[in-house]
């Protein structure tokens, strides 16, 4: 089982940046898949997540009207989509997989939003 993000980096406030997370070695299309974040010294907080197979998303108040998360499941993969970006969003931004009582995380890739 594998779940990749990529896409993270360093962009100024008010940019947008496109995450990843490709999805490897279980069933994608039925597990709900989310995103979290981790800033330094705080814990992990889940930014947004879409379900299995109807597609319904939710999002953190923090990200709303700004975030869009979406999903293809003919590619195995999950996307965030983070338009203007505030300081406060930098952390290390991770996707998660999760089937009932089962979860499986990916490894995390850093955004930081800073001039």
């Known amino acids: 089982v594998q779940l990749v993000e990529s896409g993270g980096g360093l962009v100024q406030p008010g940019g947008s940046l496109r995450l990843s997370c490709a999805a490897s070695g279980f069933a994608f299309s039925r597990y709900d898949m989310s995103w979290h974040r981790q800033a330094p010294g705080k814990e992990r907080e889940l930014v947004a997540v879409?379900?299995?197979?109807?597609?319904?998303?939710n999002y953190a108040d923090s990200v709303k009207g700004r975030f869009t998360i979406s999903r293809e499941n003919a590619k195995n993969t999950v996307y965030l989509q983070m338009n203007s970006l505030k300081p406060e969003d930098t952390a290390v931004y991770y996707c998660k997989g999760r089937l009932y009582a089962i979860e499986y995380w990916g490894q995390g890739t850093q955004v930081t939003v800073s001039s």
């Open positions: 879409i379900t299995s197979y109807s597609g319904r998303t």
